[in-house]
């Protein structure tokens, strides 16, 4: 747009000059050459139209500029560097937040004095993400950041589509069909207790990192559930790699590699860089769309086929299967290429998320044994030391459910998600221009004091049997968003939880590692910047297997 502008406003001036009577004297300081002068033009106006954007707009234009925020902005960088350099993803939003609880938005100026909302009150959250949801978009930005990896999906889509996909989705995620996952995180989680017990015969102080082992299990848990497919079976014969080598190498890229995706995000550079370090990115992507392409069209096929068996039959209990009965149903409209999107939403969206909630879980268990013992007492009681629980057997353990809901609220796997105002709109009172960026961080509602209460940053479970005001509303927490697109896999995830941590439970006691004696009641370093709340380093809590009699 400012480009278009900058040509229409050299092309006026070009002709202005030119009309002027050769002997003027302003002529004698511009260059002869035309094609020279209008470059020149071009430029002065990017020029002016950039310092007008960056410096003149945001301070005295701005129908954003009298929201409160930070006064300590450093010169064109605003609060960039400052939220780069926090201990935290949300420890300047925490603070903003603190400071000036009742305002519906707090504005703050990133790159270029850019400005920011972050979203404050509950009755603004509610707005944006319920009553007016479709007049909101995800910015383009975070599509390039993350859609290469994560793929369209749900994540991605937008106002009509994004409904037509989701009303084909939801099914998905019913509860006959988690019911039908079951046996499958069963199976993950007996592997994940194996592993430690293996782990711990090899680590005589006990002392074990579960993040990595949670990100594994997690990970495998949605191969299964997702595709149906062990990950590491999925092969690319092209590549020569298997699924998780390409899944891994499009996540860790070499430095310059992810300079070319930081680039991309703002400047779509990606198809024009004949680099290899661009090209390994690309053929990897490449190779996870092809793999999960073969795999959609496989599983069309014997779905269609009589032998409904190889599809798992009528207890078919895998994601992809549902997704292509629903495309049955609704006479193929789902497309292959739509599926792919939602799967590699959910291979991505699906593990990360979990693994971080038992991460965290962990560490509670580790530094607050009267809740550890609380929550064994209770499987113990309801389950036994073994044997397999049935769905409602989970559903019943009301102590788990306090404490899964207590870890998701104090320890949000996701530190934020980001929205774009599509269309000049109206929010508690505040204009907000067309273009807008907004940020929503679950924790300035999970952790707000006006909701939760003084003891919002205490681990209570046992607040959940007590909620009172806005805390007893779905806006009491924003874990997992709210309204039209709250998260589709919320019951998946609570599920593959709860089952992990029944085992983890019945078989390993957790104490404090020496890392964690040394910290004391300090939160853990916890990584920044970073998409997923996780400790810095890993997590590393002490275990000892449990000897039943
Ligand atoms: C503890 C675990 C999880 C947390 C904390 C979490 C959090 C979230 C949040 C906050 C959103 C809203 C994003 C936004 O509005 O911008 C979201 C959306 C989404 N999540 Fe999750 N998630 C979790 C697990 C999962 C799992 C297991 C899956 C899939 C198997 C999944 C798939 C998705 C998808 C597809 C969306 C987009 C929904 C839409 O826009 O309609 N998530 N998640």
């Not at 996952?181 to 207790?193: G, H, S």
């Amino acid at each position: 747009m400012d480009f278009k502008i900058c040509l229409c406003l050299a092309s006026v001036e070009a002709v202005a000059i030119s009309a002027l009577s050769p002997s003027h004297e302003i002529l004698s300081y511009l260059p002869s050459n035309r094609a020279l002068l209008f470059l020149g033009l071009v430029g002065l106006q990017w020029l002016l139209i950039k310092f007008y954007r960056i410096f003149i707009y945001p301070a005295f234009v701005s129908p954003l500029r009298h929201i409160p925020g930070p006064k300590n902005n450093q010169f064109f960088i605003g609060q960039l560097v400052h939220l780069y350099r926090a201990s935290t993803p949300i420890e300047l939003y925490m603070k903003w937040s603190s400071t000036w609880p009742e305002s519906p938005f707090i504005r703050y100026p990133i790159l270029a004095n850019k400005e920011i909302l972050l979203i404050n009150t509950v009755e603004a959250h509610k707005q944006i993400l319920q009553t007016k949801c479709y007049d909101f978009v995800k910015p383009k930005f975070l599509g390039r950041l993350l859609g290469e990896i994560v793929g369209t999906g749900l994540l991605f889509a937008e106002g009509h589509e994004h409904k037509r996909q989701r009303k084909m989705v939801l099914n998905v995620f019913s509860v006959p069909n988690m019911k039908k996952l079951l046996p499958v995180f069963r199976e993950k989680a007996d592997e994940m207790v194996s592993f430690m017990e293996r782990k711990l015969k090899e680590t005589p102080s006990g002392n074990i990192e579960v993040q990595s082992i949670y990100t594994k299990a997690t990970l495998d848990a949605i191969g299964v559930a997702a595709l149906g497919v062990e990950l590491e079976n999925l092969r690319s014969e092209e590549l020569k790699l298997d699924f998780l080598q390409c899944y891994f190498r499009m996540l860790s890229q070499p430095p310059l590699s992810a300079l070319i995706s930081f680039i991309h995000v703002n400047v779509p550079i990606r198809k024009f860089i004949p680099l290899e370090a661009n090209w390994g990115f690309v053929r990897a992507s490449g190779g996870v769309r092809t793999m999960l392409d073969r795999c959609i069209e496989e599983r069309i096929r014997e779905v269609k086929s009589t032998d409904r068996e190889k599809a798992g039959g009528p207890e078919s209990r895998d994601l992809l299967t549902y997704m292509i009965e629903e495309r049955e149903a609704h006479n193929d409209e789902l497309t292959i290429a739509d599926i792919r999107g939602h799967l590699q939403n959910f291979l991505s969206a699906g593990h990360e998320t979990t693994s971080g909630a038992l991460t965290w879980a962990s560490y509670v268990l580790a530094t607050r044994p009267d809740i550890q013992d609380k929550l064994r007492d209770e499987v113990i009681q309801s389950l036994g030391t073994v044997g397999v629980p049935t769905y409602a057997d989970i559903e019943n353990l009301h102590y788990m459910k306090n404490f899964l809901q207590e870890v998701t609220r104090v320890y949000s796997p996701a530190p934020a998600t980001w929205r774009e105002a599509d269309k000049d709109i109206v929010i508690c009172g505040q204009f907000l221009p067309k273009g807008t960026q907004i940020v929503l961080s679950p924790p300035v509602t999970n952790l707000s004091t006006r909701i939760w209460g003084a003891d919002a940053l205490e681990f209570k479970p046992e607040r959940w049997d007590a909620l009172a005001g806005d805390a007893n509303t779905p806006y009491g927490t924003e874990t997992f968003g709210n309204g039209p697109r709250i998260c589709i896999g919320k019951s998946y995830s609570l599920l593959a939880f709860k089952v992990m941590m029944i085992e983890l439970i019945r078989n390993f006691r957790f104490s404090r590692s020496p890392g964690l004696v040394e910290l004391g009641d300090n939160y853990p370093p916890v990584q920044n910047p970073a998409v997923t709340w996780r400790p810095k380093g890993g997590m590393t809590v002490h275990m000892e297997k449990i000897a039943w009699s």
